[in-house]
């Protein structure tokens, strides 16, 4: 299905997300010191605020469904955004990357990640608009994905390993030992060379990019307007960065968030196929008769397992806490 947006919105709006991360490069370029938690918060506020205002005038200035499409695509793409959290910081601790770099790292980490993630978007448009069977295939994946995910449990360090793109570029790039500040090249006798911030800035583009194999198929899930597809896969990952300053700390607290994270892609994997089938005109399977699942109806259920699944995890993390000084106690 194509964007129902004019070709002069579709300009505005990437004219407009282009300037948002023009003003996000200054500000990065004029910092001198390690993003602090009251930096984040701030940034964080605002960033879900500019999303907010956008579903504001959707709702306002386009067809109504298209404002709760994307709600729901943004709510869906940054819950599922956090896992990448994840991975960020154990990127961020095995390759010791200094607090004052990290910003930066991420900043065009993700960036390059918005690029991609385009491409990805506007091939699965092109797919859904030549074939509808392609529901079939994003709907199938996407419950695979929910089983795997709720079987692999938490997140540990084996989330992430070094691939051979990443050791190919440690033997052709010439990269130096240290890190030179928040810089990407440094001189190193006489010589210009890449600091590691480049090996890490391309794990962090990668992370993001496998992580989309999920997103999108689900996004599409929820709508098969590219418009609001890329619109909320952009201020999500646009808000990512500052998330992790603000929550990385926090995010061991949320112990069950895989498991909400997999029933949201169930949700919308089942979804898929449902709508598959109506598009094949197949209203009932025997006697069961398949619904129709609005958005309405969709936005509420991610709200509910997030919810849902934030306060079970604070709810255990608090019951673990105060298990601890027991188990001291028998132990002595």
Do not use: C
Not at 111 to 118: C, E, F, I, N
Not at 294 to 312: D, H, M
């Amino acid at each position: 299905m194509v964007s129902v947006m004019s070709p002069l919105v579709w300009v505005l709006t990437i004219v407009g997300l282009l300037a948002i991360v023009a003003f996000d490069l200054i500000v990065i370029a004029r910092r001198k010191r390690a993003v602090t938690i009251k930096d984040a918060t701030r940034w964080v506020l605002f960033y879900v605020g500019l999303a907010g205002l956008f579903a504001v005038g959707l709702f306002l200035f386009s067809p109504s469904q298209t404002g709760g499409e994307f709600v729901a695509g943004y709510i869906t793409e940054y819950s599922l955004s956090v896992d990448n959290l994840f991975v960020f910081v154990i990127i961020m601790a095995r390759f010791g990357v200094p607090a004052l770099a990290q910003d930066k790292v991420l900043y065009i980490g993700i960036v390059v990640s918005m690029l991609l993630r385009a491409v990805f978007i506007l091939a699965g448009a092109a797919a859904i608009s030549a074939a509808s069977w392609v529901f079939y295939i994003f709907g199938a994946f996407l419950v695979y994905t929910a089983v795997r995910l709720a079987i692999e449990g938490e997140n540990d360090d084996e989330d992430f390993q070094e691939n051979a793109v990443l050791r190919g570029m440690r033997r052709l790039l010439p990269l130096a030992h240290d890190y030179d500040g928040a810089k990407l090249t440094t001189r190193v006798d006489g010589k210009r060379l890449l600091t590691p911030l480049v090996i890490v800035i391309a794990a962090i583009g990668m992370a993001n990019v496998i992580f989309a194999l999920d997103s999108i198929p689900a996004i599409f899930g929820l709508t098969q307007d590219a418009y609001v597809v890329l619109t909320a896969n952009a201020f999500a990952l646009m808000g990512l960065r500052q998330l992790y300053f603000l929550i990385g700390g926090l995010l061991e607290r949320i112990v069950y968030l895989n498991v909400g994270l997999s029933v949201i892609l169930a949700f919308i994997g089942v979804k898929l196929i449902v709508e598959a089938l109506h598009g094949s005109h197949i209203d009932d399977i025997g006697a069961i008769h398949l619904p129709h699942i609005g958005i309405i109806t969709s936005l509420s259920f991610i709200a509910g397992t997030l919810f849902v699944t934030t306060v079970a995890s604070l709810i255990k993390s608090s019951y673990d806490r105060r298990q601890v000084p027991v188990k001291l106690k028998i132990d002595e």
